[in-house]
């Protein structure tokens, strides 16, 4: 029994904090580039921005030793049954990184031949926005992404918190809806 | 219009324009100039984004572009051409095709005189094609080893001529480059394959199948390549639909670009 299925709620705080601090410290990023945003996530692993100060610089040839897919451009129709292959080729726990607009909804390519964000076909943990992102976002986001890592919850916790972000997320306002100024 | 006229988009000018509507829209397309033979108008496009129905607030509207065939090209050819036309005649006649069966026309464009560089262009029709290939590839005059692709044009306007294949022809041993066309009519789009002569034309033959509908008779595995094997139609035809999704922005929704407003 992995400490995933935790039968109960007691104790599990400290093991979180445990467990999130040795996973984000060493997240294994899948090989895996679509298009130009690409060019800019090989010059961050690259030595003038130097990934590897996160623990992360060797990009896994496999997916089946990786536990972070960084989605580095726009998904073409033809190309989203391989890209869901590889998410469900990568062992739990995973995150997905949504690089750039395309990846994120579509950007500028809003045809038929582009799938309208990677959010349709993969759970998607963070997204950066930038076309493409300066490798320095890159990094950022990746920051970003250790941080919800470190306090990612685990077991029941993590059960309770999936159910209470999709509530949130039916509550809130679309943002069509919204009025006033565009801030 | 030649002048540029500050004041107005044409209806307000010292002397009216009968060619010219209010806002600026261009009822005909323009008349060639004198000495040179009228080309055949296949279809003519206005404005920038192909919509229509409301008043222009881009100042595209007036924006006009015939769609134009070329027309076969007088001799002497110029250059290495007048030989190759003369020698892929005669190889032709040699394995009993006339060149006036297998060939519709030979355009030199732009016309030579016109002091620019040139190109040839032999249009073949479909079922001489793969002779026409295999002549200009074997031949030791003519030697084309090398053909850089296969691709699709669509002329919706052109009726009875919808779909063209284009082909292009490089010799490496004299080098020299030329360029092959066919033209299908849309209800029946069989071109017999190349792929007996080139073996490279394979997956260039399945993305204008894919794309333009085109159908390789012959091929190995006309199978899509582009898109996905299960989707339905042939994306880079002109009555193609764009398609995409509405943007939903804080407080509006711009729907998908081929659905907006007209803006000719």
């Known amino acids: 029994m992995g ?3 935790a039968p109960s709620g007691f104790l599990l705080t400290t093991v979180e904090d445990l467990a999130g601090y040795f996973r984000k410290g060493s997240l294994w990023p899948v090989t895996f580039g679509l298009a130009c945003c690409a060019i800019e996530m090989m010059a961050a692993g690259a030595s003038r921005f130097d990934l590897s100060r996160f623990g992360m610089e060797v990009f896994r040839a496999s997916p089946r030793q990786a536990d972070l897919m960084i989605v580095a451009g726009r998904v073409s129709q033809k190309m989203a049954p391989v890209v869901r292959q590889v998410y469900d080729q990568m062992p739990e726990p995973k995150w997905v990184l949504s690089m750039g607009v395309c990846a994120s909804s579509g950007g500028m390519f809003n045809n038929y031949a582009i799938v309208q964000g990677v959010d349709h076909i993969v759970p998607v ?4 926005p930038g076309c493409p992102p300066r490798p320095e976002m ?6 970003a992404l250790h941080q919800q890592i470190q306090d990612q919850p685990l077991g029941v916790n993590r059960r309770e918190a999936a159910r209470a972000a999709e509530a949130a997320a039916l509550e809130a306002t679309p943002t069509s809806a919204m009025k006033g100024l565009l801030r | 219009m030649t002048e540029k006229d500050p004041g107005a988009g044409g209806g307000s000018a010292a002397e009216p324009r009968t060619d010219v509507t209010a806002g600026g829209d261009v009822l005909a397309a323009p008349a060639a100039p004198e000495g040179r033979e009228e080309l055949e108008v296949v279809e003519v496009r206005t404005g920038m984004f192909g919509a229509h129905g409301s008043g222009d607030t881009s100042g595209f509207g007036g924006l006009v572009r ?5 027309l076969a090209t007088p001799r002497p050819y110029g250059g ?3 030989e190759v036309v003369d020698v892929l005649a005669e190889v032709l006649a040699e394995g009993g095709t006339a060149f006036d069966t297998a060939v519709e026309g030979v355009v030199v464009d732009p016309p030579a005189g016109s002091g620019a560089r040139t190109e040839l262009t032999i249009h073949v029709r479909p079922e001489h094609i793969v002779a026409v290939c295999q002549t200009l590839r074997d031949d030791q005059d003519l030697r084309f080893e090398l053909s850089l692709g296969v691709s699709g ?3 919706p306007g052109d009726v009875g001529r919808e779909l063209h294949a284009v082909y292009h022809l490089t010799s490496i041993t004299h080098g020299r480059s030329l360029r092959l066309e066919v033209t299908v009519p849309d209800a029946h789009p069989h071109i017999p394959t190349t792929t007996t002569v080139y073996p490279t034309n394979d997956w260039h033959e ?5 794309f333009f509908g085109i159908v390789f008779d012959g091929h190995p595995a006309l199978a899509r390549i582009a898109m996905p094997d299960d989707w339905p139609g042939h994306p880079q035809r002109k009555d193609y639909p764009l398609g995409g999704i509405p943007v939903e922005y804080k407080g509006a929704t711009v729907p998908p670009p081929d659905q907006r407003r007209s803006y000719s």
């Not at chain 1, 943990?125 to 950066?128: E, F």
């Not at chain 2, 399945?206 to 894919?210: H, I, K, P």
């Open chain 1, 125 to 128: 943990d963070i997204y950066l």
């Open chain 2, 80 to 82: 290495w051409y007048d």
């Open chain 1, 138 to 143: 890159l990094i950022n986001s990746i920051l």
């Open chain 2, 66 to 70: 015939p769609v134009t065939r070329p």
């Open chain 2, 206 to 210: 399945r993305e204008t199948w894919d």
């Open chain 2, 153 to 155: 044009m669509h002329y």
């Open chain 1, 3 to 5: 400490i995933e299925e």
